[in-house]
């Protein structure tokens, strides 16, 4: 780290150079003007970056020990601008002046110098100072890469969170919503609905003779069709808030939130025609040629059934129970097609 030395009086820049180096401060870089100050640090005279290639790196500057008598433009003036400046203005600027009116000095410190020292520069007042600006500075810097660090770990963290939140509710084969979510969801839409006074629907689907696909066409290709279905399956589900998950192996579930079991029929209606239409083939099938699905469908409407009443929790259950039973019709009814 360095100390820019700004004076325009070269025997003032060779002694402070002298008692610096003495002091242990070995890097240290000189300009004789604020106009050669701002070219160092690669700014134009208005504090703005300017496009030449700078000098010298201003993160490497500590402290900058500026004079304020000077031709041009003088000392505060420069202290303004390099604050003004967005990269410099966190380096401590120390007046070192022989104008020590009050006046000038408060000009000095609202144009943000922290200190100042007077001329005649005295060897003990200017090591004080320097010091201690320099020790504040290192301090500040410490703090704020700690802060910065500190940052970066709390998105990382944040980050893996969000990710392993993923992994948590979302299928891995399917890449659909698992389970886990369609039981919260689920849970959701319940409470939502009772509050609301609105119908939900229902739908649990599952492939027909999958046993007989994997068995005929091999697991993997198994695990193909699976990911196919999940795809057209969450295109096929059209209003927002509409929701579908894997239920189970080869078992999907439909939410329809605000659904009246008319429009729940609909709805299963052109999920199985549209499973259907993506015509993959399943020559082992007993009732097509290609792979079709079962659909149970089922609807509360807690605008007809006073619900609230009943507080027992398996009324969920039953709920679903009554999805998996029309689904069982379904299939006792030749599957390929929806029951209520
Ligand atoms: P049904 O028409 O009565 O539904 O007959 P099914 O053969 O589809 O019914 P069953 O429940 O007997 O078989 C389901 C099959 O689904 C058995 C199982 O190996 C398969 N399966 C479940 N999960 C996966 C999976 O992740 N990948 C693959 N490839 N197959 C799976
Ligand atoms: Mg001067
Ligand atoms: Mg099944
Ligand atoms: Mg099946």
């Known amino acids: 780290m360095a100390i820019l030395i700004v004076d325009d009086d070269k025997t003032i820049r060779f002694m402070l150079e002298r008692l610096l180096n003495k002091a ?62 967005h990269d410099l203005s966190n380096i401590p600027i120390i007046m070192v002046t022989a104008l020590t009116e009050t006046e000038t000095l408060e000009k000095a410190f609202n144009a943000g110098a922290i200190d100042y020292i007077t001329k005649p520069v005295r060897k003990l007042e200017l090591l004080a100072r320097v010091d201690s600006a320099v020790k504040l500075n290192r301090e500040r810097q410490t703090r704020l890469k700690r802060e910065r660090e500190l940052e970066d770990a709390l998105k990382s963290l944040e980050e893996m969170n969000a990710k392993l939140e993923k992994l948590a509710t979302i299928d891995e084969l399917t890449q659909i919503p698992n389970r886990r979510l369609f039981d919260e969801t689920l849970n959701n839409e319940w ?59 080869e078992e999907f579930a439909v939410i329809l939130p605000n659904t009246q079991s008319d429009d729940s029929l609909m709805v299963a209606k052109r999920i199985r025609e549209g499973i259907e239409g993506l015509n993959i083939p399943h020559v082992a099938s007993r009732i097509s040629d290609n792979v079709t699905i079962s659909l149970g469908v089922t609807c509360v409407d807690f605008d007809e059934v006073d619900y609230q009443k009943i507080e027992r929790e398996d009324v969920l259950n039953s709920f679903i129970n009554s999805a998996d039973k029309a689904l069982y019709e379904a299939k006792e009814n030749g599957r390929n097609t929806a029951k209520f």
Not at 39 to 60: H, V
């Open 24 to 85: 242990g401060y070995e890097d240290l870089y000189f300009a004789s003007s604020p106009k050669e100050t701002f070219k160092l640090l690669g700014i134009d005279d208005n504090g703005q970056k300017e496009n030449t290639d700078f000098k010298i790196d201003s993160s490497n500057i500590e402290l900058i020990l500026m004079d304020i008598m000077m031709p041009d433009i003088d000392g505060i003036e420069a202290c303004e601008r390099l604050k003004r400046h």
């Open 191 to 249: 409470k939502r609905a009772k509050r609301d006074k609105t119908p939900l629907s229902l739908i649990i689907l599952d492939i027909d003779y999958f046993k007989k696909y994997n068995d005929t066409y091999g697991h993997q290709q198994g695990d193909k069709c699976l990911k196919v279905i999940s795809s057209r399956l969450s295109e096929l589900i059209l209003r927002p808030g509409d929701f579908a998950a894997r239920y189970g192996g």
